[in-house]
């Protein structure tokens, strides 16, 4: 499955593994990982694109859409991991500025 979660036993950090092509096939499935997800209380959230080969520009927007859900300047969420293409695509995107990258 090219897109997992992984909530932490305390359920303040969710890890979302992206594996393969981030792009729009994936997008019910990306969202469902962070969809109902508890936000109160700090939650902090990993996008880890390790296994990522290819990102477009929906997934851009999906990324926009998910920093949105999960409380805009206030959420929580880092980018990690990513390859030197795809960290080229995001830094272009200037999401160094809404996202932690790691």
């Avoid at 096939?25 to 959230?45: H, I, L």
């Avoid at 995001?90 to 160094?96: D, I, S, Y």
Wanted: charged share 20%; proline share 2%; hydrophobic share 40%.
């Amino acid at each position: 499955m090219p897109v997992t979660s992984e909530v932490s036993e305390d359920g303040k950090m969710t890890t979302i593994k992206i594996g393969g092509r981030f792009d729009f096939a994936v997008q019910n499935e990306f969202r469902d990982c962070y969809y109902n997800a508890k936000t109160d209380g700090g939650a902090k959230f990993i996008i880890d694109m390790g296994g990522a080969n290819y990102m477009d520009s929906s997934a851009l927007g999906m990324l926009l859409m998910m920093r949105e859900y999960l409380g805009g300047n206030t959420a929580d969420i880092s980018i990690e991991n990513s390859s030197p293409d795809i960290k080229n695509i995001l830094t272009v995107a200037n999401f160094q500025s809404l996202f932690h990258m790691v």
